[in-house]
């Protein structure tokens, strides 16, 4: 059997609307994410259990992990035996943690593994971006490279190999609280402007490239002072109840970035301090949260999507 994890992760790091994903490890040593097994079976079975899996369509050719089933078997691993593969769906539908990549990523690079299939990174990121593409409401890297390959990365069609690792300072916490409410992608795209004005498009390369720069020459406290998400944030805050209160209230509590992960509800925030960090989770336990809703004070997840055990 191979067992397969794969990470929650912030989409649109602040600067980097679709370019820019950091993949998420909990300080408690908890996993946040996905888990696809897969072993061989008589025939093709799929299962699909953990706590969200009830927020999930019940017929299986609806999920994305037997999508992705389906699609191997016929493109690309037509001899593959027939598998029993099951998703354990731990990350809850339209977050903002990049739940659909964490399925999509999990999924292939568990089908990759078990077929020996030994795809290129790049030809298993096209893959797992189309298939993100498919709900989401746009064709988009920033869940799916960090979700895969870990850490902080630039994404995108214009970067080699569709992505590049970025530093960050070993000190930052970041704190990830979903309020227990969804929020669908596609409609969280669809109250975006459709254009940029020459000024908008001119800072937001600006402020991409200054910080990516800033960490590279690890002048990490520099790109704080300019996290800051001009392009998304304003359009999506008033579609999530709490997010502006919790903008104002988190900087006095030692916050030195308050944001939307991904599209959203979820919000995070970047802390310097443990101390800011348990300040700033309590607040949002306190303040942000439902019954539904859970915060993690985290660092980032290095290791990306991984094999849990091989039996
Ligand atoms: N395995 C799966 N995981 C997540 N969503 C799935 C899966 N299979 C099918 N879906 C469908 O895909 C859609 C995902 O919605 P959406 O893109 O808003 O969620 P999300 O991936 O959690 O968002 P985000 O990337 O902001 O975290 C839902 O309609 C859901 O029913
Ligand atoms: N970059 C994506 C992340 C959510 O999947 C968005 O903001 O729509």
């Known amino acids: ?15 980097g609307f ?23 079976a008589p025939r093709d079975e799929f299962i699909c259990s953990g706590e969200y899996a009830h ?51 999990a999924a292939f690079a568990a089908l990759d593994k078990f077929a020996q ?40 069609d214009l970067i080699p190999n569709k992505s590049i690792a970025l530093p960050v300072d070993e000190n930052w916490y970041y704190v990830a609280a979903f309020p227990g409410f ?4 596609a409609k969280a795209r669809s109250v975006l ?33 300019i996290m800051q998400d001009n392009i998304a944030e304003p359009h999506r805050a008033p579609l999530i109840n709490g997010f502006d209160q919790a903008k104002l209230s988190l900087p006095e509590l030692g916050a030195e970035v308050v944001s939307i992960s991904g599209a959203g509800p979820t919000l995070f925030s970047v802390c310097k301090t443990l101390e800011a960090a348990e300040q700033c989770a309590q607040w949002l336990e306190e303040n942000y949260i439902n019954e539904q809703g859970f915060c993690h004070i985290c660092k980032l997840d290095n290791d990306g999507t991984r094999q849990l055990n091989v039996l």
């Open 193 to 225: 402007p459709k254009e940029l004005s020459m000024h908008a498009g001119v800072e937001f390369a600006q402020r991409l490239s200054a910080f990516s720069s800033l960490l590279l020459t690890s002048r990490f406290d520099e790109a704080l002072c």
């Open 18 to 40: 679709d370019s820019l994903g950091a993949a998420l490890a909990p300080i408690d040593g908890s996993l946040l994410g996905d888990v696809v097994t897969i072993c061989e």
């Open 55 to 105: 927020k999930l369509p019940s017929d299986a050719n609806e999920n994305l992990a037997y999508q992705c089933l389906v699609h191997f078997r016929t493109h690309v691993a037509p001899n593959m035996p027939a598998v029993k593969l099951e998703l354990k769906k731990n990350l809850p539908i339209g977050s903002g943690l990049g739940s659909s990549a964490c399925s999509v990523v």
């Open 117 to 156: 299939t030994n795809l290129s990174q790049v030809e298993l990121i096209e893959l797992m971006a189309d298939f993100e593409g498919l709900v989401s409401g746009g064709r988009h890297y920033d869940n799916i490279t960090p979700c895969y390959l870990g850490g902080l990365q630039l994404t995108g």
């Open 182 to 185: 969804s929020l669908n992608t």
């Open 1 to 15: 059997m191979i067992e397969v994890y794969a990470p929650a992760s912030i989409g649109n790091f602040t600067v």
